[in-house]
Antibody, heavy 118, light 111 residues
């Protein structure tokens, strides 16, 4: 079964760091385009970052310089390292797979909640 | 960059047909693919339409997508509405760097 399972969310103080994981099964992370999307409480979807199959990485302006997307091929897992966290980063973070740059986003993970608060 | 504007909410009765619009603020709607996502309360999004009008396997043919260049908008049409269709729906396209741009979302109420 093709599946994504996120983990690593939690409560963190402003200025702190957190690393999210997205474990894949049924397909190879490194052969796909993997994205992170977030959703603040009661708000809409916001694209955060993407890593291409070739390894290129891109970020939304709101997280550029603070977040880093990466993957571990041996663990077939996608990561999002989040540093210098702000209250406005509070959201549910989802990972999603696309087979090519414009491909259908499927599957999506179940999401992991990140709360930035003192 | 451009924005995708959706109605905040729509409502319709079971068995009827509803259309949700997604209007692009600048640039041609036809210049990049449009996807549509369904998000039920408390759940992750799922794709119901990709590449403007394609349905992933498992999505019923009651769901259809289209592009209208004259209004510079995309539309998601759901026919034969069921109570299980009640959800938030988001359109998404791509900017000049091929990164995702989302619409604000539309809450569909089936009453």
């Amino acid at each position: 079964e093709v599946q994504l399972v996120e983990s690593g969310g939690g409560l963190v103080q402003p200025g702190g760091s957190l690393r999210l994981s997205c474990a894949a099964s049924g397909f190879t992370v490194s052969s796909n385009y993997m994205s992170w999307v977030r959703q603040a409480p009661g708000k809409g979807l916001e694209w955060v970052s993407v890593i291409y199959s070739g390894g290129s990485t891109y970020y939304a302006d709101s997280v550029k310089g603070r977040f880093t997307i990466s993957r571990d091929n041996s663990k077939n897992t996608l990561y999002l390292q989040m540093n210098s966290l702000r209250a406005e980063d509070t959201a549910v973070y989802y990972c999603a797979r696309s087979r090519w740059i414009f491909g259908v986003a499927q599957p999506w993970g179940q999401g992991t909640l990140v709360t930035v608060s003192s | 960059n451009f924005m995708l504007t959706q109605p905040h909410s729509v409502s319709e009765s079971p068995g009827k047909t509803v259309t949700i619009s997604c209007t692009r603020s600048s640039g041609s709607i036809a210049s990049n693919y449009v996807q549509w996502y369904q998000q039920r309360p408390g759940s992750a999004p799922t794709t119901v339409i990709y590449e403007d009008n394609q349905r992933p396997s498992g999505v019923p043919d009651r769901f259809s997508g289209s592009i209208d260049s004259s209004s510079n908008s995309a539309s998601l049409t759901i026919s034969g509405l069921k109570t299980e269709d009640e959800a938030d729906y988001y359109c998404q396209s791509y900017d000049s760097s091929n990164h995702w741009v989302f619409g604000g979302g539309t809450k569909l109420t089936v009453l």
